[in-house]
DNA sequence: GACCGCGGCCACCTTACCTCA
DNA sequence: GCTGAGGTAAGGTGGCCGCGG
């Protein structure tokens, strides 16, 4: 699938996360296809519901290197449908260690006992998150006799530290989408404004001289498009044009581009959503 | 080659526990 | 000491993918 970034890599706390907008992907050590590594945000995790996709950084070349792929999957892995094993031998007292909070002989197995990592467990894994976020199981179970962890606490902690990681993301993603919204409206109401100013300009009697009819709108800000990154600016799928705010004020101020049937002719390519209200 | 079952991994949601104000 | 909020380890579930029969 060699999936791209679709670019806006943000740094959080020197977590390089690649925020891929609409198709985004990225390489996991373990996925050849990077499977599941590229999802969908349920509406309930972004108000403004701009379906993004979050995309970790692309490891596919630490994937080949480490063995990632099939080779992954050859090694003994020690998550879900083995955790089951791995749980029924911990029953058996089995315990590789569960000593991170000191505490390791006070489970009688019916209570869930909550276990601290101790700050330095926390700042490896951490280390390691920046690496990869991902992890094979070699380095699981390297990772985890080094932490002196269960390969299922390791895995467990990778995954929670990818999901703290995503809503993270989201807040952030969720933030500038709503300043996004609120240029855009400070824009269409400036626009409006302009508009009404230029019908009113034009059923006005002739100006006396051409300096008088020098009503430059000049002195607004740049519209909203020029000020937006160039990934912003799209290009629509179904008409190939450049999409964005640029394209539907273009639009706005052509009239003829609407035709008798089309009510409204907007090239607005929305990059979350892939939709094109073309 | 298509199909199916299985194992593995992941995201996501939830629960339970811990810490702190 | 009690309490509520926030953080986080861990449990559970479902989906996807690769592999072998």
Same mark, same amino acid.
């Given at each position: 699938m060699a999936q791209e970034d679709g670019g806006g890599h943000l740094s959080d706390a020197g977590l390089e996360l690649g925020l891929s907008l609409g198709g985004g992907g990225g390489g996991t050590p373990n996925a050849p296809a990077h499977r599941g590594s590229s999802r969908r945000l349920s509406p309930s995790q972004c108000p403004l519901e701009p379906s993004l996709t979050l995309s970790m950084p692309d490891d596919a070349a630490t994937a080949a290197a480490s063995g990632g792929g099939g080779a992954a999957h050859s090694v003994s892995s020690l998550s879900v449908g083995a955790v089951k094993r791995e749980r029924a031998e911990e029953a058996d007292g089995e315990r590789v260690s569960s000593t991170a909070a000191g505490r390791?002989? *006070?489970? *009688?197995?019916s209570t869930r006992k909550k276990l601290r990592l101790t700050k330095e467990q926390s700042a490896l894994l951490e280390d390691r998150f920046r690496e990869h976020s991902t992890l094979n199981p070699k380095q699981k179970v390297a990772l985890a006799k080094q932490l002196n962890l269960r390969p299922r606490q390791v895995e467990v902690w990778f995954q929670n530290r990818r999901a703290r990681t995503k809503l993270k993301q989201t807040e952030v993603d969720c933030e500038f989408l709503k300043r996004c919204c609120e240029t855009l409206t400070e824009e269409n109401r400036r626009l409006q404004r302009e508009l009404q100013e230029l019908r009113a300009l034009k059923f006005a009697?002739?100006? =006396?001289s051409p300096s008088s009819a020098a009503h430059q709108p000049s002195a607004a800000p740049p519209p909203f498009y020029m000020q937006l =990154?160039?990934?912003?600016?799209?290009?629509?799928?179904?008409?190939e044009r450049v999409g964005g705010p640029a394209s539907a004020a273009k639009v706005a101020a052509d009239g003829t581009k609407a035709g008798p049937g089309r009510t409204s002719t907007h090239h607005f390519f929305n990059p979350f959503t892939h939709s094109a209200a073309c």
């Open positions: 390791d002989d *006070d489970d *009688d197995g009697p002739p100006p =006396p =990154p160039a990934a912003t600016l799209t290009i629509c799928p179904s008409c």
